[in-house]
């Protein structure tokens, strides 16, 4: 591991985002366009205390699912080896603070590049000021995502959970599980949460090239960043932010659940800077009834999938 971006996987392995399965459930079709016959493996760690809940999951999608289990093994790591909890716990402190050092500047950069937004003057002086604004916050983004990047290769330097005798056994466990399903399914929930167990086992090495179906919190675990948004949260105009260095499945996406209703997306202004400080990943739209696919390295979006352009506006997404 390194503080630069993770190393690619497979490009060529089957990953579907889907838009939030609550209201309106697409995860048996995406099953079924898999091509997907055999037993499917949950991961509902993002659930937290509801974990265990998958009889629903498992009604929907009409064929057997093993559930991982990924937060109650860590919990049960954690209670048997104080240790490692600690070290954890320390890391997640860390973490925290470097969140609200950056969310302090983040403010500031991210005001500025607002008012360039919202002035009219000569488009000769203004458009790089605009761009200027931009770059700006963008380099704060990524120097956020370095130190994040950072603190866990700290982390697996001095403690190399990999090589502790219990999550040795566990990650055991979990491969010879894996070995006998079809396919991966990630649920939403705690993102925070999600990408934790799934980097402290190790997963998507331990799922090989497992076609992967993951939706809400499970769609933003795989890609590069992730990034926490709400236009308009309760305590009032939110500022999106990068809170997590992601498990890198793909960089040239950044999926966005329930963009619908945490964006303004009919604001041009908060579109088109949201659009350029992520680019040149494509922030994609998933809400409900939307799926996305890659095959073969190219994605493949249905449903109606929009997502945020440079100019302000949602278009709907092609090939």
Same mark, same amino acid.
């Given at each position: ?22 209201? %309106? ?25 509801? #974990?265990?809940? !998958? ?5 929907? !999608?009409?064929?057997?699912? +093993? ?29 925290? %603070? ?24 000569? &488009? ?14 963008? =380099?704060?983004?990524?120097?956020? $995502? =370095? ?8 982390? #697996? ?31 939403? *929930? ?9 980097? $402290? ?9 497992? &076609?992967? +179906?993951?939706?809400?919190? *499970? ?13 308009? &949260? ?22 966005? &659940? ?27 739209? $998933? ?24 100019? *302000? ?7």
């Amino acid at each position: 591991m390194s503080t630069r971006a993770p190393h690619p996987h497979n490009p060529n392995r089957p990953l579907v985002l889907l838009g939030p399965q609550r209201l %309106e459930p697409t995860l048996a079709d995406a099953f079924d366009r898999l091509e997907i016959e055999g037993t499917i493996a949950a991961v509902t760690a993002g659930w937290q205390e509801r #974990e265990a809940e !998958v009889e629903e999951m498992r009604e929907h !999608v009409d064929r057997p699912v +093993v559930n991982l289990l990924l937060h109650a093994r860590g919990e049960a790591l954690f209670a048997a080896d104080p240790d490692l909890a600690q070290a954890y716990r320390q890391r997640q402190l860390t973490l925290i %603070e470097l969140q609200r050092l950056y969310r302090l500047r983040l403010h500031h950069t991210l005001a500025g590049a607002k008012a360039m937004f919202g002035l009219n003057a000569d &488009p000769k002086l203004l458009l790089p000021e605009r761009k200027a604004a931009i770059t700006a916050v963008r =380099r704060l983004d990524n120097r956020h $995502l =370095r130190s994040l990047r950072k603190v866990h290769l700290q982390f #697996e330097n001095d403690h190399r959970p990999f090589s502790n005798r219990a999550v040795a056994a566990q990650r055991e466990e979990l491969a010879t599980l894996l070995a006998g399903c079809s396919a991966l399914a990630i649920a939403g *929930g705690h993102v925070a949460t999600l990408l934790n167990r799934l980097r $402290l086992f190790g997963l998507l090495d331990l799922a090989a090239d497992l &076609p992967i +179906v993951a939706w809400s919190a *499970g769609a933003m675990a795989l890609a590069e960043r992730v990034v926490l948004f709400h236009d308009h &949260p309760p305590q009032g105009a939110g500022d999106a932010e990068v809170l997590e260095a992601g498990l890198g499945l793909f960089s040239d996406l950044l999926p966005l &659940p329930h963009a619908r209703y945490r964006l303004r997306l009919d604001d041009p202004q908060r579109v088109a800077i949201f659009a350029r400080r992520f680019a040149p990943a494509r922030c994609v739209a $998933l809400d409900s009834g939307n799926r996305i696919e890659r095959r073969g390295g190219t994605w493949q979006p249905h449903g109606g999938i929009q997502k945020l352009t440079s100019r *302000g506006r949602v278009r709907k997404m092609k090939p």
